[in-house]
Nanobody
Framework: QVQLVESGGGLVQPGGSLRLSCAAS????????MGWYRRAPGKQRELVAS???????NYADSVKGRFTISRDGGKNTVYLQMNSLKPEDTAVYYC?????????WGQGTQVTVSS
Protein backbone atom coordinates (compact mmCIF):
# COMPACT_ATOMS: atom_id res chain seq x y z
CA GLN A 1 0.00 0.00 0.00
CA VAL A 2 1.49 3.31 -1.12
CA GLN A 3 0.85 6.35 1.02
CA LEU A 4 1.65 9.98 0.31
CA VAL A 5 1.82 12.40 3.21
CA GLU A 6 1.83 16.08 2.36
CA SER A 7 2.71 19.01 4.58
CA GLY A 8 3.60 22.66 4.40
CA GLY A 9 0.49 24.41 3.17
CA GLY A 10 -0.98 27.47 4.80
CA LEU A 11 -1.80 31.14 4.51
CA VAL A 12 0.82 33.54 3.20
CA GLN A 13 0.84 37.13 2.00
CA PRO A 14 1.51 37.97 -1.65
CA GLY A 15 5.24 37.88 -2.31
CA GLY A 16 5.80 35.37 0.46
CA SER A 17 7.13 31.84 0.36
CA LEU A 18 6.03 28.37 1.35
CA ARG A 19 7.64 24.96 1.10
CA LEU A 20 5.53 21.86 0.48
CA SER A 21 6.75 18.37 1.26
CA CYS A 22 5.43 15.00 0.18
CA ALA A 23 6.78 11.79 1.62
CA ALA A 24 5.99 8.47 -0.03
CA SER A 25 5.90 5.22 1.88
CA UNK A 26 5.45 1.68 0.65
CA UNK A 27 7.17 -0.40 -1.97
CA UNK A 28 7.68 2.07 -4.79
CA UNK A 29 11.05 0.91 -6.09
CA UNK A 30 13.74 3.23 -7.37
CA UNK A 31 12.20 4.46 -10.63
CA UNK A 32 9.32 6.87 -10.33
CA UNK A 33 8.05 10.35 -11.05
CA MET A 34 6.71 12.65 -8.37
CA GLY A 35 4.95 15.89 -8.92
CA TRP A 36 2.60 18.55 -7.65
CA TYR A 37 -0.76 19.44 -9.12
CA ARG A 38 -3.17 22.08 -7.96
CA ARG A 39 -6.86 22.81 -8.23
CA ALA A 40 -8.11 26.32 -7.74
CA PRO A 41 -11.79 27.02 -7.02
CA GLY A 42 -13.81 26.70 -10.22
CA LYS A 43 -10.84 25.49 -12.25
CA GLN A 44 -9.52 22.18 -13.47
CA ARG A 45 -6.60 20.46 -11.83
CA GLU A 46 -3.31 21.43 -13.44
CA LEU A 47 0.26 20.23 -13.27
CA VAL A 48 2.51 22.58 -11.32
CA ALA A 49 5.83 20.73 -11.44
CA SER A 50 7.21 17.22 -11.70
CA UNK A 51 10.52 15.43 -11.40
CA UNK A 52 11.56 11.85 -12.05
CA UNK A 53 14.36 9.47 -11.21
CA UNK A 54 15.91 10.13 -14.61
CA UNK A 55 13.75 13.01 -15.73
CA UNK A 56 14.59 16.68 -15.26
CA UNK A 57 12.28 19.04 -13.46
CA ASN A 58 9.29 20.21 -15.46
CA TYR A 59 7.25 23.32 -14.63
CA ALA A 60 4.03 24.98 -15.65
CA ASP A 61 4.72 28.27 -17.40
CA SER A 62 2.85 30.14 -14.69
CA VAL A 63 5.32 29.10 -11.98
CA LYS A 64 8.62 29.06 -13.85
CA GLY A 65 11.23 31.17 -12.08
CA ARG A 66 9.21 31.21 -8.85
CA PHE A 67 8.77 27.56 -7.86
CA THR A 68 11.45 24.91 -7.52
CA ILE A 69 10.81 21.18 -7.25
CA SER A 70 13.40 18.86 -5.77
CA ARG A 71 13.56 15.30 -4.53
CA ASP A 72 15.40 13.29 -1.91
CA GLY A 73 15.57 9.78 -3.34
CA GLY A 74 16.81 8.31 -0.10
CA LYS A 75 13.70 9.54 1.70
CA ASN A 76 11.28 9.14 -1.23
CA THR A 77 10.31 12.74 -0.64
CA VAL A 78 9.61 15.56 -3.03
CA TYR A 79 9.62 19.24 -2.14
CA LEU A 80 8.09 22.28 -3.77
CA GLN A 81 9.68 25.58 -2.82
CA MET A 82 7.27 28.34 -3.73
CA ASN A 83 8.56 31.91 -3.80
CA SER A 84 7.03 35.20 -4.88
CA LEU A 85 3.59 33.76 -4.31
CA LYS A 86 0.63 35.41 -5.98
CA PRO A 87 -3.08 35.34 -5.13
CA GLU A 88 -3.63 33.26 -8.26
CA ASP A 89 -1.48 30.53 -6.72
CA THR A 90 -4.26 29.92 -4.20
CA ALA A 91 -5.39 26.31 -4.58
CA VAL A 92 -5.37 22.88 -3.07
CA TYR A 93 -2.04 21.32 -3.94
CA TYR A 94 -1.87 17.56 -4.49
CA CYS A 95 1.18 15.36 -4.52
CA UNK A 96 1.29 12.70 -7.24
CA UNK A 97 3.47 9.61 -7.54
CA UNK A 98 3.70 7.53 -10.70
CA UNK A 99 5.51 4.21 -10.77
CA UNK A 100 5.00 0.82 -12.35
CA UNK A 101 2.05 2.07 -14.34
CA UNK A 102 0.12 3.29 -11.32
CA UNK A 103 -0.76 6.84 -10.29
CA UNK A 104 -1.16 7.71 -6.62
CA TRP A 105 -2.43 10.88 -4.98
CA GLY A 106 -2.01 12.60 -1.67
CA GLN A 107 -4.90 14.06 0.29
CA GLY A 108 -4.10 17.63 -0.71
CA THR A 109 -2.90 20.66 1.20
CA GLN A 110 -4.43 24.13 1.02
CA VAL A 111 -2.30 27.07 -0.05
CA THR A 112 -3.89 30.49 0.33
CA VAL A 113 -2.15 33.65 -0.83
CA SER A 114 -3.92 36.69 0.51
CA SER A 115 -3.25 39.95 2.26
Amino acid sequence: QVQLVESGGGLVQPGGSLRLSCAASGNIGNFYTMGWYRRAPGKQRELVASIGTFAPANYADSVKGRFTISRDGGKNTVYLQMNSLKPEDTAVYYCNLVFGGSSNWGQGTQVTVSS
